[in-house]
C-alpha cells in the first residue's frame, strides 16, 4: 500500500498509520519527491522532517521509503566543490535550474562523466580489510585521491581493472566476501552522515594546528584533532577569524561549513580562495577546500543536515590519512535548526526553547573530532573549529555554554575589542586552551625559550588588566615607573604582536619562527628597560629612543622573508638602552 | 469551476480553520468571499487531514462560521509585474492603492522567493555613495549589501534614508538606471506621507514603488509587504537590469506581526516571546538582496527598525546583524546633541568595505584613514570615562587631545546638513585634518611612508592654545 501524506506543518510532514518506515531513514515526499529524513515513529504518525521548501505539496501525495539513511556519496570529486546541506552540488544545479535554488532536484554529488586517471594497487588474489585503499587518483594538483574498502567489508579481490581513465561510477575491483558473495567496487561508497567512521584508535594530540595567526598560536593554541570554539556576537569577526585560519591553517583539506550564514560570504569564500595561492604548494586555496552552503534562506531541516554532511565528508579524507581542519559556520544556526524542528514537534522545550537534546547532539558532532589511526594503518585528524552566535552577546545562553562543555579550546571574541577595531578580537583574558601543555614539547622542540616567553608574555598582559583597575580610578600618572613599564609594554603586545591585519600582505599570515623572534624582541625590550629602571634611569628616557613605537610596527617593517632582520632590532635595543 | 467550501470551522484571531478540505496545498492563497460581497485573501499555514488552517491577511473582523464560502486557488500568492510599477502605490499586500487601476502584468512574480545558489552571486564590490560622511568613510555602502540602520522612537532616522534615497549615486557606471522599492510596515500615516513627499520634491517619485501597510492596517498584511516589495525590486533588478535601493521601515513592526501570528497559532515561543523561526524568517528576507551572475542590475537593501527600549540585544536588533552585513546604529546622546546624523560610530559597521574600498573603488588611503579615525574615536571613549571620575583638569595631555579631537569629531566629521551631499574627497581630507590634531605617534594604524606624505599642521587646531 501506498504512503501518503498526512499533515503538513513547515518542514514537518506526517503520515498516518504506516509501520513502513523506520528511524532515520531517508524519504521521498509528495509528486516533486522532495528529500526528508524520518525522525520520529509512532503507533499512529511517522514524523518526517523536509530537507526542501515544502510549498506545494499537498495532503494525500505520496511518501515513499529509500530503506536507508540519508547518506553522503564519497568519492572523488568532493575537493573544490560547493554542495548544499544535503551534497548536492550547487555548481550543477544552476545549470539546471538557474540562479535560484528550485526544490526536488536529484543531482548526483558527483561529476559522473569526468575521467580520472586511476593507478589501481590491488591485484586479484589480494585479500582486503575495511579500509583498505585499492586504487589511487589525482583529484586536484594537491589531493590524492585514495578509494577505500567499505569499514564492514572485507574479502579477496577477484577482478581488478588495469590503470587507465575511469569514471567516479566505472567498476574498478570485484570483491569476493567471506559469504562467497561478489561485490563489485567502484570509486564511490555511501556512508550515513549520522554515523561516525570507524577508526582503530586515538591518539594523543601532541602536535599543533598552525594558523599563522599569532594570537593562536602563541597564547591559545590548538592541537591537530583538537576542537575550538569561536563565540561572538554580530561584528566581532567570527567569520574573519574562521577565513582566516582555513586561509593559512597547515591542515592537508579545509571543510568550510556555511551554516545558516550569508549568501554573500559563501560567494566571498569562492571567489577569494580561488585567487589566493597557498604559499606552502603554490596553487589555489580551492584546490584544497570543500564548501558546504546552507545560507540563512534555504530549508532550515537541511541546516540541520549540513553539519553532518560536512564531518562526513572530513572523516572521509581523514581514512586515507590526511589532516582535515572543519570551520562550522555558525554552530548557533544549527542548534536553532534543531530548535525550530523541536518546536514544530511540540517536544517539551528545556532552556529558552532549545530541546533538551542539545547537548548530546553537539558532544556527539564535537566527539567526531580527533587525531586517529586510521582502520589502513595510515594516521590523520580531524580538527573542529566551530563559531557560535550567542543571542544578544551573551556568553551565558545554552548553545555557548553547552558547546564550551565539549570543546578544549575556547577563541571568545569581544565586542569592546571589535569596536576598538583590535582585531582579531579574541579576548586573552577569557580565552583559554587545554592544549597548551600537550603542545608544550612540540613549541620547545623549535627553540627551548618559546613557552618560557609565552608565559612572560602572558605575565605581563594579566598584570596590565591588574593595573588597568587602578589606572581607570586615578590615573596612569600616578603609577610608579615600573608599572608603567608593564603597562607600555602590554601596550606593544596588544598593537604589535596581537593586533594582526588580516588584509595586510605580510601580516595576514606569519610563520612561527617570526611569531618567536617578535617575542623575544619585546622579552628583551621589557628586561633590559627594567634593569635600566633599576640604575636610576627614568621611564621617559627609555621611551623617548622611540623603540617600543618601533616594536609596534615590527609586524609590517619586518616582511616574512627576512628573519634576519630582527637580529639588527635585538642589537639597537642593547645599543640604546644601557 | 473550483469547489467552493462554505462556512468555518473554526476563528482564532487571524487564523481560520475549515473541514472537510481536500487537495489544498501547503502555502498555496484561498480567496474568503463573504456575504456582505467583500473578498479577503488567505494563506493556507498548515494542513492535518482534512482540515485546514488558513491565515487572513485582512484579519478576521466580522467574519463568522456561516458567512463565507473559500475558494481554493492552487497557487502561492503573487503579484503582477512590469516596469510600470515604478511610480505606483500598493497595498501591502500588494493591491494597487493609488486609484490609477490594476498593473498590466509583463509576468506574475511569486511573493515567496526562492533561495539564490551562491554559486550564482556575484561579491559585490561596487560602493553607494552618500554624501554623508559617517557612513562613506566608516560604513561604506556596497552596492547589493543589507545594511539595516537601528534607531530608536524620536530619532533622525528616517531624514538619514531620505538624505541617502536622494543623494545615493553609483560612481563607475553614470548611465545605469537606479530605483527606489520602499515598503512601509506599520508605520503612521505621516511618515508614509513624509517619505512620499520627500520622494517628490527630489523628483525621485517616478522611480519609486511604494508597497504600504500602515499601523491602522491589518497586522497580517504586514507580513506579506516586505515579500511583495521584494519581488518588486528583484524583478525590477534581476530582470530589468536596474539598480534598486530597497527601504523597509519599520522592521519591529513587522516582527511584531509575526510574533502576534505566531502566538495565535499556539506555536512555543523562543525568546521574548518571539518566534523560534524568527531568524530564518528575517533572513528570507534580508537574504534577498545581492548581485547574480548574468544581470547587470543589483538589490541594496536599507532596512529601518526603531530597537525597543534603545536596545541593541533585543533579538530584533540581534538577529538582523546576525543576518545583515553590517548596521548604522543610531545613538541617543548624539542625536540630544543636535548632532545630525547621530551615528554611533563604534557600534556600526559595514562588512563588505574592506573589499568595495581603496586603490581602485575610493581612494588608496581610505582604509587606513577609517582604520585610524575608529580606532581613535575608541580612545576618546576611554578618555571621556576617566575624565568622568578624575575631572578634565588631571587628564595626561595625550587623553586630552583625544577628547578634543572627540569634539571636533563630532562636530565637523558627523555632523552634517540635510542637503550637504560630501564628496569622497572631502570626506577624507578632512578626516585627515581631524587626525593630524593627535600627536603623530598616537597614529599607529597608518603606515609611516603614508604618514610621512599627509601628517601635518591640523586646520582644525590653529585657533587653540
Known amino acids: 500500500m501506498e504512503n501518503t501524506i498526512y499533515s503538513i506543518n513547515g518542514p514537518v510532514v506526517r503520515a498516518a498509520n504506516t509501520k513502513d518506515f523506520s528511524m532515520l531513514e531517508m524519504v521521498y515526499v509528495g509528486e516533486k519527491r522532495l528529500i526528508g529524513e524520518v525522525i520520529g515513529v509512532t503507533d499512529e504518525f511517522t514524523t518526517v522532517q523536509v530537507y526542501e521548501n515544502t510549498s506545494g505539496i499537498k495532503v494525500g501525495e505520496p511518501i515513499c521509503g529509500s530503506g536507508m539513511p540519508v547518506c553522503a556519496n564519497l568519492g572523488p570529486g568532493i575537493i573544490s566543490n560547493i554542495f548544499d546541506g544535503i551534497e548536492r552540488p550547487l555548481r550543477d544545479m544552476v545549470k539546471d535550474n538557474g540562479a535560484f535554488v528550485a526544490e526536488g532536484s536529484r543531482l548526483f554529488s558527483l561529476d559522473e562523466e569526468k575521467l580520472y586517471d586511476v593507478t589501481v594497487t590491488v591485484k586479484a588474489g589480494d585479500k582486503l580489510c575495511g579500509g583498505d585503499i585499492y586504487c589511487t587518483t589525482p583529484e586536484t594538483p594537491l589531493i590524492v585521491h585514495k578509494c577505500m574498502l567499505p569499514p564492514d567489508l572485507s574479502g579477496e579481490v577477484i577482478f581488478a581493472a588495469e590503470n587507465g581513465k575511469y569514471r567516479v561510477n566505472d567498476v574498478i575491483i570485484k570483491l ?167 518546536g514544530r514537534l511540540e517536544e517539551m522545550p528545556a532552556e529558552e526553547g532549545f530541546p533538551a537534546y542539545l547537548p548530546s547532539r553537539l558532544s556527539e558532532f564535537y566527539e567526531r573530532a580527533g587525531y586517529v589511526d586510521n582502520l589502513n594503518g595510515t594516521e590523520g585528524s580531524v580538527t573542529i573549529i566551530g563559531a557560535v552566535s550567542p543571542q544578544g552577546s ?83 600618572d600616578v603609577l610608579p615607573d615600573d608599572q608603567k613599564l608593564t603597562i607600555e609594554t602590554a601596550r606593544v603586545i596588544r598593537v604589535g604582536f596581537l593586533q594582526q591585519n588580516a588584509h595586510h600582505a605580510e601580516d595576514t599570515y606569519v610563520p612561527l619562527e617570526k611569531q618567536r623572534l617578535m617575542m623575544k624582541v619585546i622579552s628583551t625590550l621589557y628586561n633590559k628597560s627594567l634593569d635600566a629602571l633599576k640604575i636610576g634611569i627614568p621611564l621617559s628616557q627609555i621611551l623617548s629612543t622611540g623603540l617600543f613605537e618601533k616594536a609596534v610596527k615590527m609586524k609590517y617593517d619586518i616582511p616574512n622573508s627576512r628573519l634576519d632582520l630582527f637580529s639588527d632590532y635585538l642589537s639597537e635595543i642593547d645599543e640604546k638602552i644601557s | 469551476m473550483n469547489l ?25 492563497i484561498a480567496r474568503i468571499k463573504l456575504d456582505d460581497g467583500t473578498e479577503r485573501i488567505g494563506r493556507v499555514v498548515q494542513l492535518e487531514g482534512e482540515k485546514v488552517i488558513l491565515q487572513v491577511f485582512e484579519g478576521t473582523n466580522g467574519v463568522s462560521l456561516k458567512n463565507t464560502r473559500t475558494i481554493f486557488s492552487g497557487k502561492p500568492l503573487e503579484i503582477p509585474l512590469s516596469s510600470e510599477i515604478l511610480g505606483r502605490v500598493f497595498s501591502g499586500a500588494g493591491k494597487p492603492i493609488d486609484g490609477l487601476g490594476d498593473v498590466f502584468p509583463e509576468k506574475m512574480g511569486d511573493v515567496n522567493g526562492r533561495a539564490l545558489n551562491p554559486v550564482s552571486r556575484n561579491y559585490p564590490r561596487n560602493y553607494i555613495h552618500t554624501g554623508i560622511s559617517s557612513i562613506d568613510s566608516l560604513m561604506t555602502l556596497i552596492r547589493g549589501q543589507k545594511l539595516p540602520i537601528f534607531s530608536g522612537s524620536g530619532m533622525q532616522h528616517n531624514k538619514l534614508a531620505v538624505q541617502i534615497v536622494k543623494q545615493a549615486k553609483i560612481t563607475g557606471e553614470e548611465n545605469a538606471e537606479f530605483g527606489v522599492v520602499f515598503a512601509a510596515m506599520g508605520v503612521q500615516n505621516d511618515v508614509a506621507e513624509y517619505f512620499r513627499r520627500s520622494f517628490e520634491d527630489s523628483g525621485a517619485i517616478e522611480r519609486v514603488c511604494m508597497f504600504l501597510n500602515l499601523s491602522s492596517d491589518p497586522i497580517i498584511e504586514r507580513l506579506l509587504t516586505p515579500l511583495c516589495a521584494l519581488t518588486a525590486a528583484e524583478y525590477l533588478a534581476f530582470e530589468k537590469n536596474m539598480h534598486i535601493l530597497v527601504i523597509m521601515t519599520d522592521m519591529t513592526s513587522y516582527c511584531e506581526a509575526l510574533r502576534e501570528f505566531s502566538s495565535s497559532k499556539g506555536e512555543i515561543p523562543g525568546r521574548k516571546g518571539y518566534p523560534g523561526y524568527l531568524y530564518s524568517n528575517l533572513a528570507a528576507i534580508y537574504e534577498r538582496a545581492g548581485i547574480i551572475n548574468g544581470s547587470t542590475g543589483s538589490v541594496t537593501q536599507i532596512p529601518i527598525l526603531t530597537m525597543p527600549n534603545d536596545d541593541i540585544t533585543h533579538p530584533i536588533p540581534d538577529l538582523t546583524a546576525y543576518i545583515t552585513e553590517g548596521q548604522i546604529v543610531f545613538d541617543r546622546e548624539l542625536d540630544r546633541k543636535g548632532i545630525y546624523p547621530g551615528v554611533s560610530v563604534l557600534l556600526s559597521l559595514s562588512r563588505l568595505m574592506k573589499d568595495g574600498i581603496g586603490e581602485g573603488y575610493t581612494r588608496a588611503d581610505h582604509s587606513a584613514v577609517s582604520n585610524q579615525l575608529f580606532a581613535a574615536y575608541a580612545k576618546v571613549q576611554d578618555a571621556r570615562s576617566l575624565a568622568s571620575v578624575i575631572g578634565e583638569d588631571e587628564l595626561s595631555e595625550t587623553d586630552r587631545a583625544y577628547m578634543k579631537f572627540g569634539e571636533l569629531f563630532e562636530e565637523h566629521f558627523l555632523n552634517q546638513d540635510f542637503d550637504e551631499n560630501r564628496s569622497m574627497d572631502e570626506t577624507l581630507d578632512l578626516g585627515w585634518d581631524l587626525l593630524c590634531t593627535l600627536p603623530r605617534s598616537e597614529l599607529d594604524r597608518i603606515d609611516d611612508k603614508l604618514l610621512d606624505e599627509k601628517y601635518k599642521q591640523s586646520s582644525l587646531t590653529t585657533d587653540n592654545e
Not at chain 1, 196 to 220: C, E, W
Not at chain 1, 435 to 456: C, G, V
Request: one cysteine or more; glycine letters at 8%; charged letters at 25%.
Open chain 1, 176 to 342: 569476493k566476501t567471506a559469504g562467497g558473495e561478489v561485490k563489485e567496487l567502484t570509486m564511490v561508497q555511501r556512508w550515513p552522515i549520522k554515523k561516525a567512521r570507524p577508526i582503530k584508535g586515538r591518539k594523543p594530540s601532541d602536535r599543533p594546528l598552525i594558523t599563522g595567526q599569532r594570537i593562536i598560536d602563541t597564547l591559545i593554541p590548538i592541537a591537530k584533532g583538537g576542537t575550538a570554539a569561536i563565540p561572538g556576537g554580530f561584528g566581532t569577526g567570527k567569520t574573519v577569524t574562521q577565513h582566516q585560519i582555513a586561509k593559512w591553517c597547515d591542515a592537508d583539506i579545509i571543510v568550510y561549513i556555511g551554516c545558516g550564514e550569508r549568501g554573500n560570504e559563501m560567494t566571498q569564500v569562492l571567489e577569494e580562495f580561488g585567487e589566493l595561492i597557498d604559499p606552502k604548494s603554490n596553487r589555489p586555496l580551492t584546490d584544497r577546500t570543500v564548501l558546504i552552503a546552507n545560507t540563512s534562506n534555504m530549508p532550515v531541516a537541511a541546516r540541520e543536515a549540513s553539519i553532518y554532511t560536512g564531518i562526513t565528508l572530513a572523516e572521509y579524507y581523514r581514512d586515507m590519512g590526511y589532516h582535515i581542519a572543519i570551520m562550522a559556520d555558525s554552530t548557533s544556526r544549527w542548534a536553532e535548526a534543531l530548535r525550530e524542528i523541536s
Open chain 1, 394 to 476: 551573551d556568553f551565558s545562553e545554552p548553545v555557548t555554554q553547552n558547546t564550551k562543555r565539549f570543546v578544549r579550546c575556547f577563541w571568545a571574541l569581544d565586542k569592546s575589542l571589535a569596536y576598538a577595531r583590535h582585531y582579531p578580537a579574541i579576548d586573552w583574558n577569557s580565552s583559554y586552551s587545554e592544549y597548551i601543555e600537550d603542545l608544550a614539547p612540540y613549541y620547545n622542540a623549535i627553540s627551548p625559550d618559546f613557552t618560557e616567553l609565552r608565559q612572560e608574555m602572558a605575565d605581563i598582559l594579566q598584570e596590565e588588566n591588574k593595573l588597568m583597575e587602578i589606572v581607570k580610578l586615578i590615573g596612569e
Open chain 2, 4 to 28: 467552493e467550501y462554505v462556512g468555518l470551522k473554526d476563528i482564532n484571531g487571524p487564523l481560520v480553520a475549515l473541514d472537510g478540505v481536500k487537495g489544498a496545498a501547503f502555502d498555496e
